[in-house]
């Protein structure tokens, strides 16, 4: 169905076909190179391997999920790609190659669904927001950080931008919504970007939208686009310019990356019961690492040998996101009381106490050898 | 007519003997349809009912709250679930400002026949926003009934109730406790079987009454069973509004004391009102004030502390020894 | 500036102008004679009374609150008269003049604001909801009852279909993007009717959106259509075709009632504090009625006597609300406790029976010389 | 330096102070520009700072909460206005999943020095979703602090505090009582002056304790002047979280005896958790159970039943018979 709509919407915007070839789309030019390109493959194929690494931990009971991004390479890296350091980026709970792209070693990620922390990082060093589960609520943050630049005078050639990550579920949702228009109304520099990966959980798009998602922006008063989440100089370039916009003064865009989740939802979830497995062959056809690998081979950009330092270096990634993932220590108890608040607060600092004397209280009994 | 079920599978069989006793029961929400449910709770209703009467919804809670109740108004008596607890809160307002108060302010002329269904609670070691006990903020508004089952017979039997029922009911469903099995008698009847609103003895005692509801009272039953000096009486009050106080007061009379234990935060949790308002009623028969066993002050942990954070069998055991102490 | 964006923009439906010109529109015939014109006038010109005692009475301080629907005559007029008896209205908290078509009295209406009910008609008797205040609640209301006739299988010809009313400012709100959308998806039969007045108690248009607002429902995959809002024909056409949409199974429509708030927010509110007077002037010249009054007097459509004869049946009807308001009997204390449930509620009935008890206490208090 | 304000006017005059004194103070909200709010709260605000730090935000409460939630990120200390009560449950996410919890979730990375501003209470005669007193659902919340005021010192001074705090401060504005005045002395500094979580003893007294915050303290006055039979001592809790315990358990301790009073609802209400907590607390030193005085437990009525709904001097004064009783 989504296939379909695709092939009747001219308005997909593709620089690199699934075949490997490079086009020009007249709005969106790409001034880019070999060597960025081939930066771009690694980023690809080092992602997925994380993921890959990450889906195994977790069957192998080392974390509580895992949220797959198989599929979503593209869209991920292209955007982020386009990201400058000062800029922002607020995601969802797949973003795991945007957060490769914004520094997040994978081991912070996995701490999250192995339950160690939520999220370890520091959103402003990365310029890269902790995930947000419940959906559609970064949208808003986002947009509200982005009328912080405009406070800030932050904005301009040089200004500062953001990026707000979501699904195509995530465009029912109130917050979403509203997000578009505090963004419209106040034209902020903020960027939406929708990974159309065409399921929600085992809700095909058709339940979320009657129109392409891409066309909900007009209705707020800003451009909308939409572009193949599985070409990464697509997303790249389209990304790059809508960043731009934002920055410049010029307000928000929605970028619909068009992709497919190749994965099952997360690795709870069994979408056999949902979906058929034909789906998956025609989108496996669009693969967004295979297409780059066939244009650098096709135009003689990368030779075997950087392939095989690719993978190799995917296999030096994977074992040490097991061996990190593996080594990761539990918090300690007294760490649930940690941070709940800024300012001194006496009824934390009593529960604390007060749990703290009960732990102690089994250590004593265990020395004396317990209830 | 005895079954083996688990309580997801009482559920969905309750579910389904709702729906095929009354064409106006449907079933809304994310996920529900083809897939069943996260849980599988409406695990073949779609197949058996289609898409008409188990409706997957957009991915947006307000609006799924908001059209049942639309839906309410056109006669039907939709079941909502809320896929995670941690979820409900978009659909608050929907909740607490519409569905609550439509019969009061129609002055009866609406009723809404509305069931929202939540897994709630932790120790599944899930990430964030997937733990919650988010109970006390619906004990605490008025127009909402609020239960809670511990076990499959219950919640076969009281998912019916509440579907029966012409008043909103937030249905409040163990999601740790989903796979444990018990005999269910579907051969009674609906009449028969004790109402939604009633408090069950789940063991009696004599020494201390400790009540707890949904997921706590295996760890409450397990308790007292662990604890050999004292004879405890566990109380499933299954309905948190509105809560069963005589059955409650009547134990506490006999035990003089009492220990309340429940996943919710301690700060305005169940736990408060009930102690309040026991110890208003029981002032002279307390040996003891009442002891809450409850979550700690803070936002629900990652996954690795919630053995710490929940109340466990250690922690019901010192609540019952503070209580023991006085 | 909303003038000026009324004046660019040539979508606005118009059938009766300002100076009583009947035109045609093509793609929303009229087909109406000199009676029911003169009914509207009627309508009208006595929910236009009503409103004016009820500020009156409200300065006199027999209600709470009113929120006047001054200069929004011809938008509730027009569109409540194109339902079917069948049909079902969602209020806001201003559709006086749509309640008056569906036979709520005014006393009903005034009972709210005095505080002696929460409104207390039959919505199933009238197909009219209450009055919801917490703004765009009701849109989903709406939604869902429309989405319950689709399963009654009352879709067709002589299908059922139902309107939801709102404000300009209602449409930043979750709910309400939340109702466009599940409308949208379900292809519900409903109408959305959004009256922008061009304030939001005292935040302008342009703090709600940034184009205009019947744009916003292309971007959930529905038409939208701006009208005349002080043209009560215009409403009158275009309501009555969406309707038949709705009703007929083709899906939801957005109508943006172009008009005017011609009063204070409510009697609480003193817009001099925000607006210019000037906007007031520009806007007494598209009066709603006095157009209508135009028109037939300039066909010879109705004599003076006519006018005469409304008038005074309008005085009757003012003098019919300030009695009926005044006469009000307040409600008994135990009717706090009237219908929170259905079913039996032993909480409640103990609640109710200690109160009874303490009030019956100042009695016998009174009675032995009290406290 | 003395003045004479209202509550309303001195919260204002609090505001003004904050953005004198940071920049990064921002007003959010609706109609709080060029109107001042409704109530007027931030009058003259707009015109002073202009429309980048008074910011009339489109009608949407969940994307006022959210935004605010952004800006914070960014460094700014954004003051939210809720224009009533009732309007703040489409905001419930934002506030329960989102601000309350940013800071625990990031460890400590991120803070949310966010205000939230809400006028609650009823006895206004106003229509529906007007008068609502929602102050448990944040005091269950962990993450947020929850402060009222009661008289024009504490509604400057606790202002300012709540903005300079980089916690989510819920700021709950007694609307019923927005035009009392009194003296107020600017002169002060914030650093001397009482900590905005501190209970304070508005009335001394020797035989019961009653404890009230916001709108309740004036009729919590009139009640202790008028019950000539006993000395009543009030506390003025401010602080809904945390609550201020050793003020409270050093008056009970010696009074013997507890009666709360508020306006929201009864089941589940803060009277809950503080009966809990202080009769955990002073068990031994309860002549009586701790006495509730609240709302019933049905939705907030018409206004025309408000006085019957709402505890009033009556009321809180049979709430101290009760309690004498014992
Ligand atoms: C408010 C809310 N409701 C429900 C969920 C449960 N849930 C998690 S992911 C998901 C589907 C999201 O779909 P989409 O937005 O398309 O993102 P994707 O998972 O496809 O990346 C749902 C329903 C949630 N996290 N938050
Ligand atoms: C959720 C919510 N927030 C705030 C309010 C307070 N309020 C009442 S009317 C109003 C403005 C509504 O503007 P609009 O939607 O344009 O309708 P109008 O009053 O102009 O008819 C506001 C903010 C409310 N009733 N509900
Ligand atoms: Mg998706
Ligand atoms: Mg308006």
């Not at chain 1, 209705?219 to 790249?236: I, K, Q, Y």
């Not at chain 1, 529960?351 to 265990?366: K, P, T």
């Not at chain 2, 109970?135 to 019916?160: C, K, S």
């Amino acid at each position: 169905m989504s296939e379909t709509a695709a092939h009747e919407e001219p308005e997909l915007i593709q620089l690199l076909t699934p075949e490997g070839e490079l086009t020009q789309h007249p709005d969106y030019p790409l001034d880019i190179n070999a060597e960025e390109i081939r930066a771009l493959y690694r980023d690809l194929v080092l992602v997925r391997r994380v993921d890959s690494e990450a889906v195994s931990l977790q069957r192998q009971g080392e974390l509580g999920l895992w949220a797959s991004l198989l599929g979503q390479e593209a869209a991920q890296i292209g955007s982020a790609r386009a990201l400058r350091e000062d800029d922002m980026a607020f995601p969802s709970y797949r973003e795991h190659g945007v957060a490769w792209c914004r520094g997040i070693e994978p081991k912070e990620l996995l701490g999250m669904f192995r339950g160690v922390t939520n999220g370890g990082w520091d959103p402003h060093e990365h310029g890269f927001h902790l995930y947000t589960i419940v959906i559609g609520s970064q949208a808003l943050h986002a947009t509200g950080y982005a009328m912080g630049i405009q406070r800030d005078g932050a904005v301009g050639e040089d200004g500062t931008a953001v990026i707000s990550y979501f699904g195509d579920g995530a465009t029912s949702q109130g917050d979403t919504n509203e997000a578009f228009n505090f963004a419209s109304v106040n034209n902020a520099p903020v960027v939406f970007f929708c990974q159309n990966n065409q399921w929600a959980i085992s809700e095909s798009l058709d339940r979320q939208t009657r129109v392409p998602i891409y066309r909900r922006a007009a209705g707020f008063g800003f451009p909308g686009v939409r572009v193949d989440g599985n070409d990464v100089l697509a997303c790249l370039a389209v990304s790059r310019a809508a960043l731009d916009n934002a920055r410049t003064g010029n307000g928000p865009t929605l970028v619909e990356a068009f992709t497919y989740r190749m994965g099952a939802h997360t690795t709870n979830d069994d979408p056999t019961r949902y979906r058929d497995a034909g789906e998956l062959d025609e989108w496996k056809a669009k693969d967004p690492i295979l297409r780059v690998r066939r244009y650098l081979e096709q135009n003689g950009l990368a030779d075997e040998a950087f392939f095989t330092q690719i993978d190799e270096e995917a296999d030096r990634v994977g074992e040490q996101v097991r061996t990190q993932c593996r080594s990761m220590p539990d918090p300690e108890p007294l760490e649930i009381f940690h941070e709940v608040y800024a300012d001194p607060n006496v009824h934390i600092d009593q529960q604390r106490s007060e749990f703290a004397d009960y732990l102690a209280s089994f250590e004593s009994a265990g020395a004396e050898g317990g209830r | 007519m005895g079954t083996n079920l688990t309580i997801g599978k009482a559920i969905n069989a309750g579910l389904r003997a709702a729906m095929e006793h009354d064409p106006k029961v449907l079933m809304m929400g994310e996920d529900v349809g083809k897939l069943g449910g996260v849980f599988r709770v409406t695990d073949g209703l779609y197949k058996d009912f289609g898409a008409d009467r188990v409706i997957d919804t957009p991915l947006a809670e307000s609006g799924i709250v908001g059209t049942a109740i639309g839906m309410a108004m056109r006669g039907y008596r939709p079941v909502v679930e809320i896929q995670f607890d941690g979820f409900f809160f978009p659909a608050a307002n929907q909740t607490f400002t519409q569905l609550a108060k439509m019969r009061r302010r129609s002055a009866g002329k609406l009723s809404m026949p509305v069931v929202m269904r939540i897994p709630y609670g932790g120790g599944i070691g899930a990430v964030e926003h997937h733990s919650e006990s988010p109970e006390a903020y619906f004990q605490h508004t008025a127009g909402l009934r609020v239960v809670t089952v511990a076990n499959p017979e219950d919640a076969y039997w009281m998912i019916q109730q509440a579907v029966r029922s012409d008043d909103p009911v937030i249905f409040l469903e163990p999601k740790r406790r989903y796979y444990e099995k018990a005999e269910v008698d579907t051969g009674a009847s609906l009449a028969e079987v004790t109402p939604m609103g009633a408090a069950r003895i789940a063991r009696p005692g004599t020494d201390c009454t400790l009540l707890a509801y949904g997921p706590m009272i295996k760890t409450a039953l397990q308790a007292a069973e662990a604890d050999t000096d004292h004879s405890i009486e566990v109380i499933d009050v299954r309905s948190l509004s509105p809560v069963d106080y005589p059955t409650i007061t009547e134990s506490v009379k006999r035990t003089g004391r009492l220990v309340v234990a429940h996943e919710a935060t301690l700060t305005g949790g169940p736990g408060a009102e009930i102690a309040a308002r026991v110890t208003e009623e029981c002032f002279y028969h307390l040996e003891s004030p009442v002891i809450r066993v409850a979550a700690f002050d803070t936002p629900y942990p990652q996954s690795r502390l919630e053995e710490h954070y929940l109340p466990d069998l250690d922690r019901v055991l010192d609540g019952v020894d503070r209580a023991f102490a006085y």
